[in-house]
């Protein structure tokens, strides 16, 4: 991997701001279910499912993350951080299809640090 494993956990910390809890109770929301691209044939948005494995990301230990973690945590930075460039201007950012479909990835742009 050309990034170092403690950038990619770092990026990925700062990127996700939702704790593992939150974001399963999200998951299970017809909110989280309203919004993405679906993919495959179960019906599951393709950030729906990545927020199921953010989940278990979030409760796996430093030592056990693999390189699909990791490549997994680097493409959840990327997502979060293009996403959050095109933050709507007119909507109600609350209960916008933008919002939500951040928090599948696990940041919630409301939530203060």
């Not at 770092?10 to 309203?34: C, I, K, P, Y």
Request: charged share 35%.
């Amino acid at each position: 991997m050309t990034e170092d494993r403690d950038t990619i956990r770092r990026e990925f910390g700062e990127a996700v701001n939702m704790t593992a809890g939150e974001l399963e109770r999200w998951l299970r929301s017809d909110e989280s279910r309203s919004v993405g691209q679906k993919g495959g044939g179960s019906g599951e948005s393709t950030g729906h499912e990545s927020g199921r494995r953010i989940v278990e990301l979030l409760r796996t230990s430093k030592a056990d993350l693999t390189d699909d973690d990791l490549a997994h945590m680097r493409k959840v930075h990327g997502y979060v951080q293009r996403h959050l460039a095109q933050e709507p201007t007119k909507e109600d950012v609350e209960s916008s299809r933008w919002r939500y479909s951040l928090m599948n990835w696990g940041h919630d742009p409301l939530k203060k640090r």
